[in-house]
């Protein structure tokens, strides 16, 4: 059994994306955000990828997503 990180990595490389990391919060690129770091740490920026959200973060409302990181 797949889980939806596995399923949505599996789509998009289907579709021609690259997996390029995975982070945890909310989907934004607001600076200091969890996704905005981890861009910077790839060396990529908002406007060379595509972000999809997985399974929630933990067990809260408030922990945010999983977000996948894809790159053309």
Do not use: C, H, P
Request: glycine letters at 12%; hydrophobic letters at 35%.
């Amino acid at each position: 059994m797949k889980t939806i990180a596995q399923t949505k990595i599996e789509e998009m490389t289907n579709n021609g994306y690259k997996f390029a990391g995975q982070t945890r919060g909310w989907l934004s690129f607001r600076k200091g955000s969890n996704l905005a770091r981890k861009l910077a740490s790839l060396g990529l920026d908002k406007g060379s990828v595509e972000v999809m959200t997985g399974a929630r973060a933990g067990r809260y409302r408030n922990d945010g997503y999983q977000l996948l990181i894809f790159t053309k």
